[in-house]
C-alpha cells in the first residue's frame, strides 16, 4: 500500500547547526508535498510545500529538496533554534487530494 | 487573522457520553476535515466535507460522525466514546481537495473516564 516514511524517529542537533529531516514515499503519482512542525500539545503548522514540477523550493531558513528519481524528500533548517525543536510530519498527495503523513521526526535542539 | 479555530482545546467526557466537538474557520476554504492523532503518531484522517459533500475514510468507526451546518462550522461527533477514542483531534481546512494546502487548527485534546 501506499506509504510515507521517515528515516530517523528522533534528531538532535546543536543549536546554530543545519538540520536535515529526511522523508521517502512510495507513491509515484505523488505530486504535491508538504512538511508540517508539530509542537506538544498544538496542531501541526505548515512550514513548506513543493509540487512535482520543482526539486528545489527555499522558504525563511528553511529548503525543501525534492529527487523524484529515488521518491526522496529532506527538510533543511538553516541554523537550527531552540524553538524549532517540534516533531516534524512530511506529507504528500496525489490529485485524489488526500494527504499520507509520514510518522514524524522529533528534532531537539541542544542549547 | 484568518484561521482554524477549534473548541475546546480539552474535553473530558465519560466512557459512552457524547461528546461534541466543534471547528470554525475564518479562511472561507471549501473543504473541511477531521483528523484524529494518538500520541506519537501521524494524524490519522476520519472525514472531510468538501462544501456539503460528506466523505467518509472507509476505516473510520461508525462512532464518529460529523456535521458541517454552513461554510465556516464543522461538529464532529462520537455517540458513545471508548477509552480507545481518547486522542487529539484535528480539524484543517483547505480551498479544494486537490490542489489545496491544508491548515490545521491547534486540536481539541479529548479525555476518555
Known amino acids: 500500500g501506499e506509504s510515507v516514511g521517515l528515516h530517523l524517529p528522533t534528531l538532535s542537533v546543536q543549536e546554530g547547526d543545519n538540520s536535515i529531516i529526511n522523508c521517502a514515499y512510495s507513491?509515484?503519482?505523488?505530486?504535491?508535498f508538504i512538511w508540517y512542525k508539530q509542537e506538544s500539545g498544538k496542531g501541526p503548522q505548515f512550514i513548506i510545500d513543493?509540487?512535482?514540477?520543482?526539486d528545489k523550493r527555499q522558504g525563511q531558513r528553511v529548503t525543501v529538496l525534492l529527487n523524484k528519481t529515488v521518491k526522496h524528500l529532506s527538510l533543511q533548517i538553516a541554523a537550527t533554534q531552540p524553538g524549532d525543536s517540534a516533531v516534524y510530519f512530511c506529507?504528500?498527495?496525489?490529485?485524489?487530494?488526500?494527504?499520507?503523513f509520514g510518522q514524524g521526526t522529533e528534532l531537539s535542539v541542544k542549547p | 487573522d484568518a484561521m482554524v479555530i477549534q473548541n475546546p482545546r480539552y474535553q473530558v467526557t465519560q466512557f459512552g457520553k457524547p461528546v461534541t466537538l466543534s471547528c470554525s474557520q475564518t479562511?472561507?476554504?471549501?473543504?473541511m476535515y477531521w483528523y484524529q492523532q494518538k500520541s506519537s503518531q501521524a494524524p490519522k484522517l476520519l472525514f472531510h466535507?468538501?462544501?456539503?459533500?460528506?466523505?467518509n475514510e472507509a476505516d473510520t468507526p461508525d462512532n464518529f460522525q460529523s456535521r458541517r451546518p454552513n461554510t465556516s462550522f464543522c461538529f464532529l461527533d462520537i455517540r458513545s466514546p471508548g477509552l480507545g477514542d481518547a486522542a487529539m483531534y484535528l480539524c484543517a481546512t483547505s480551498r479544494e481537495p486537490t490542489r489545496g494546502t491544508q491548515y490545521f487548527g491547534p486540536g481539541t485534546r479529548l479525555l476518555v473516564l
Open positions: 513543493i509540487r512535482s514540477n520543482m
Open positions: 506529507a504528500t498527495s496525489n490529485q485524489g487530494g488526500k494527504l499520507i
Open positions: 507513491n509515484s503519482a505523488s505530486d504535491y
Open positions: 466535507y468538501y462544501d456539503k459533500d460528506f466523505n
Open positions: 479562511l472561507n476554504h471549501n473543504v
